[in-house]
């Protein structure tokens, strides 16, 4: 059976901060042991509105869960990681759903070899281990999550292994198959250590970043064909540019955008854009003050261009933000984070956003005091227009082909 992957559209944009009126919701608050705690990613959703992720630790064995949480609030642990040989710590990377619910995603560790494993969890909590990796050649310690073909075909990145150890780009058929399309052979040729996601074009291709590598080491944006050849598409220098991505990238207009960590105007991180020829363009740099500072996650795009993600740092209480951005690089903070109820520090995220305008994350810290004495985490909704219908996500979402 061919299996159709459901993705969100992810996109961003920059500037100047101000404030705009919203509403934050808390829709869950994670407690660590037995629900899971500190959730380093975006969410997915299915046809009902119901939402999908993963958190870092916590579970039954501390070493992390994929959980569901219901329209009505209520959170159900689909499944509670046991470790070695099994996987441990899903790191980052958002799950990839299909039509029938199934979800996958990566561990960091675990797995057979304790290189990190592809696992699929369906709605019942039933988990398998679709690829346990072993280092070299295949790769190992996958942080990205995987993104799936028509063809049940999945693909991602892995940190380490290889023949170099500076990475890979992998794909994983349905019969569980894995190949190596590209082994990343680090500065000055090529990028090194991956911990983004992918992005599939129509054709095949696939397109990430390198934390670094690159002419500089300061990481690459790249391109790897269906038959495995990479071309490196733009060397980051540092400043002005940009200095270590970490999140995947997002597609409009024919160009690609993303979010550096580092590097920009204040060495903060900034947001970019990379066009179809090569050149690349800061649309903004943050200043590490109340615009928000270390943009880790990746960008989500409404269809009138502006651009929405979050920073770890910054706002007007130091714990991160949810922020707009428009096209000429205007930013608006739409929530400081409080490190209170709200919670602090949105790690890995990507945004879900519904029809409404209504934008759905995670924080990693915060409402609590479990899990080291910050708290455990947080599912928030931010409110930008009301009448929201679950089955709005549908519309708001892009297949993959």
């Known amino acids: 059976m061919k299996l159709h992957f459901v993705t969100a559209a992810f996109l961003f944009s920059a500037a100047v901060a101000s404030t705009d009126a919203q509403t934050l919701t808390t829709l869950y608050t994670f407690k660590g042991s037995p629900d899971g705690g500190t959730p380093l990613v975006g969410l997915v959703h299915d046809a009902y509105g119901n939402l999908y992720g993963t958190t870092f630790q916590g579970g039954a064995a501390n070493a992390g869960t994929v959980f569901k949480l219901s329209r009505t609030g209520k959170e159900t642990v689909l499944y509670s990681f046991k470790g070695f040989p099994d996987g441990f710590h899903p790191y980052a990377g958002t799950l990839a759903i299909d039509l029938a619910g199934n979800l996958y995603g990566t561990t960091e560790q675990g797995g057979s070899s304790d290189q990190g494993a592809v696992f699929k969890v369906d709605q019942s909590g039933n988990e398998s281990i679709r690829y346990s990796f072993t280092g070299t050649p295949d790769g190992g310690?996958?942080?990205?999550?995987?993104?799936?073909?028509?063809?049940?075909?999945?693909?991602g990145t892995t940190y380490f292994g290889g023949p170099p150890n500076n990475g890979t780009v992998f794909e994983i058929t349905a019969n569980e198959q894995e190949t190596v399309l590209h082994s990343f052979a680090g500065s000055p040729s090529d990028g090194a250590y991956s911990y983004a996601s992918l992005l599939r074009d129509a054709h095949g291709n696939l397109y990430g970043t390198n934390y670094q590598g690159g002419t500089t080491g300061n990481g690459t944006v790249f391109r790897v064909s269906p038959g495995g050849q990479e071309t490196v598409l733009y060397n980051f220098k540092g400043t002005p540019d940009g200095q270590l991505p970490y999140a995947g990238l997002v597609a409009h207009n024919g160009a690609l955008?993303?979010?550096?960590?580092q590097g920009g105007t204040n060495d903060i991180g900034t947001v970019f854009i990379l066009d179809s020829k090569g050149n690349e363009t800061v649309l903004y740099s943050f200043t590490g003050g109340t615009d928000g500072g270390l943009p880790l996650g990746g960008l989500v795009f409404d269809g009138a261009g502006n651009i929405y993600g979050t920073t770890y740092i910054g706002g007007a209480f130091g714990a991160g933000t949810v922020f707009k951005l428009d096209l000429t690089g205007m930013e608006t903070v739409l929530h400081s984070f409080t490190g209170g109820k709200d919670g602090a520090n949105p790690y890995f995220v990507v945004l879900l956003r519904d029809k409404a305008g209504n934008l759905y994350g995670t924080t990693s810290d915060g409402a609590g005091t479990g899990c080291g004495g910050s708290g455990c985490g947080t599912i928030f909704r931010l409110t930008q227009q009301w009448s929201v219908n679950p089955r709005n996500f549908r519309a708001a979402n892009k297949s993959v082909h």
């Open 141 to 155: 310690i996958p942080y990205g999550g995987v993104i799936g073909d028509n063809s049940g075909n999945l693909y």
């Open 257 to 261: 955008y993303g979010t550096t960590v």
